[in-house]
């Protein structure tokens, strides 16, 4: 679950939840918004709710990439655009402008909320990679994320032993510092090592001059590291996963 709420103070000003990759069964509501709180609702399954999503006032809200099923109401507040089904999903499932679906989701039982692998939801979430699934089980078949808890890569956070996922690494620049990027699972432990001095003085030993590690939140993770390689000199870097301390 991945919900970043505003708090209230003596300065209200707009604020955006993230309500991300949930399943909310008989509830009597799901989430509700209004100014001057915004929210962004993606990759979700709402069964059996009196009122799944609910909004008030001028801003967004958006919703889109859920599933809505056996729910009282499933928007409140929306315009008729949402869960107006106008054209299939990825998967061929009918859906609304926002690519929200109204099917049921078929869970594996009725107090197991796994997708089986026929379920509409599998792979139906949003198109960002930010949200792709990571670990299989819990989530089902390709790397687009599934709706629902056990969708999208804080899902491996289910796992009793959280895999070591290879760290597949991309490099950019920004003022002085050098950049790393990785798809990360949200809450392992990472670490980082990298030498940025002649390529003559790190052959042959093992001089990784800078050793940290750091624990992603969210996926992507993004660290600064060295400054710039001087001129006529390489830089190496290496992320490796040390996989989730238990209870984290």
């Not at 078929?106 to 107090?111: C, D, V, Y």
């Not at 491996?156 to 990027?181: I, M």
């Not at 939140?217 to 710039?228: E, L």
């Not at 000199?233 to 290496?238: D, P, V, W």
Request: proline share 7%; aromatic share 12%; charged share 10%.
């Amino acid at each position: 679950m991945s919900l970043y709420c505003a708090g209230l103070n003596s300065m209200l000003s707009s604020s955006t939840a993230k309500l991300i990759n949930n399943t909310i069964v008989n509830a009597r509501g799901g989430i509700s918004a209004t100014d001057p709180w915004d929210a962004s609702i993606e990759d979700n399954v709402f069964q059996r709710t009196t009122n799944a999503v609910t909004t008030s006032g001028a801003l967004s809200r958006v919703v889109g990439y859920n599933c809505f099923y056996g729910n009282s109401t499933n928007f409140t507040g929306y315009n008729a655009n949402y869960g107006t089904p106008i054209w299939p999903n990825r998967n061929g499932t009918m859906s609304d402008i926002y690519f929200n679906i109204v099917a049921a989701p078929l869970f594996i039982a009725t107090n197991d909320f796994h997708l089986t692998n026929n379920s509409p939801c599998v792979n139906a979430g949003t198109p960002d990679s930010t949200y792709a699934n990571m670990c299989f089980p819990p989530s089902v078949a390709t790397n687009f994320p599934d709706m629902g808890a056990f969708g999208g890569p804080d899902a491996c956070n289910w796992l009793t032993t959280v895999p070591q996922l290879p760290a597949k690494l991309s490099l950019t620049k920004s003022n002085s510092n050098v950049w790393l990027n990785w798809a990360a699972i949200p809450r392992s432990t990472y670490q980082v090592v990298y030498f940025t001095t002649n390529c003559n003085a790190f052959s042959g030993t093992n001089r990784w001059l800078t050793n940290f590690t750091v624990t992603p939140a969210a996926n992507p993770a993004s660290v600064a590291v060295s400054p710039y390689p001087t001129t006529n000199s390489k830089a190496f870097y290496r992320v490796r996963s040390l996989g989730r301390t238990p209870g984290n």
